[in-house]
T-cell receptor
Framework: DQQVKQNSPSLSVQEGRISILNCDYT??????FLWYKKYPAEGPTFLIS?????DKNEDGRFTVFLNKSAKHLSLHIVPSQPGDSAVYFC???????????FGQGTRLTINP | GAVVSQHPSRVICKSGTSVKIECRSL??????MFWYRQFPKQSLMLMAT?????????EQGVEKDKFLINHASLTLSTLTVTSAHPEDSSFYIC?????????????FGPGTRLLVL
């Protein structure tokens, strides 16, 4: 039972354009969502998070949108840079950042 | 952000031996740490939650006698893979909960690649 789904295994975007990564969840008890960036053979790096009381959180080039009714969140990166090329995981949790449930990841490639 | 370290980064061992992996929170205290494993091209799967001073809580399907977890202090948790076999070969990652902008966030270590021959 995949509670957190990232349906796009890969995404290719031109440098300077907007990257939009999507994530869907099924458990309505999730109240905290996070996005992580991961390079091969490294641990995930925290990017941005959002709690269920908000519908948007912005940090520099990264913005996360949460649509609770649709159980959907997205990560927007603008402008996209070559260094953004990595695998992006969304994660969800109940009661803060305890016991994260991860999606399958989306490999983002930024083309020059 | 908070820093979490893991040691070793890479280990190769013979089948039947035990391997210990350390996870440290370097600039903050973590009452709770988590252990994940990741198979190639798959997501991170939570193995267990490690609580300082008490027994770890294991996820369904994870053998507690095979994956021994000790959380002896607020900055150190260890995972010991006992009697390792080739199917235990994986990427093991720990995380610790810290504060980011007033909100709790999990920070991950760099991971440990285990290869059992």
């Amino acid at each position: 039972d995949q509670q957190v789904k990232q349906n796009s295994p890969s995404l290719s975007v031109q440098e300077g354009r907007i990257s939009i990564l999507n994530c869907d969840y099924t458990n309505s008890m999730f109240d905290y969502f996070l996005w992580y960036k991961k390079y091969p053979a490294e641990g995930p790096t925290f990017l941005i998070s959002i709690s269920s009381i908000k519908d948007k959180n912005e940090d520099g080039r990264f913005t996360v949108f949460l649509n609770k009714s649709a159980k959907h969140l997205s990560l927007h990166i603008v402008p996209s840079q070559p260094g953004d090329s990595a695998v992006y995981f969304c994660a969800a949790a109940t009661q803060g950042a305890q016991k994260l449930v991860f999606g399958q990841g989306t490999r983002l490639t930024i083309n020059p | 952000g908070a820093v979490v370290s893991q040691h070793p980064s890479r280990v190769i061992c013979k089948s039947g031996t035990s391997v210990k992996i350390e996870c440290r929170s370097l600039d903050f205290q973590a009452t709770t740490m988590f252990w994940y494993r990741q198979f190639p091209k798959q997501s991170l799967m939570l193995m267990a939650t490690s609580n300082e001073g008490s027994k770890a809580t294991y996820e369904q399907g994870v053998e507690k006698d095979k994956f021994l977890i000790n959380h002896a202090s607020l900055t150190l948790s260890t995972l010991t893979v006992t009697s390792a076999h080739p199917e235990d070969s994986s990427f093991y990652i720990c995380s610790a909960t810290g504060l980011a902008g007033g909100q709790e966030t999990q920070y991950f270590g760099p991971g440990t690649r285990l290869l059992v021959l």
